[in-house]
């Protein structure tokens, strides 16, 4: 089963660290380092629309994305995942049958970043 997955796994994402480094004035920046690039088969699970209580106004259209890759150790929440020129936040990880071959990641699009 696991050999006819591989053939979906036909996207190719960018997981990335982010890291914060000081500056030559005391402060912070952040910057983003790539940890792995990785072929995915993606999947849109769903979306919503955000408005304000008093106005009515749209304040966000977050969609959430199911990402399948290879097992990778040490994948966490605080990375993100390029997809092209598009941002996604990890909300969640899972190991498929806990047996350390393929690995679920659930992420946010970052809409307008």
Known sequence: MAVSRVGK???QITLQNTNLTT?????YT???TTFVTSFAKITPKGG????TDTTGRQL???HTYEFMIR???NITTAMRILYGTRTFNII?????NDNN???TIEAIENVGT
Not at 23 to 27: E, I, S
Not at 92 to 96: A, G, L, M, N, V
């Open 23 to 27: 500056d030559n004035v005391g402060g």
């Open 101 to 103: 071959n393929y690995i």
């Open 30 to 32: 952040t910057g983003n």
């Open 71 to 73: 097992y990778r150790p």
């Open 60 to 62: 966000a259209n977050p």
């Open 9 to 11: 796994l036909k996207n």
């Open 92 to 96: 969640k990880i899972s190991d498929e």
């Open 48 to 51: 919503k629309e955000i408005f």
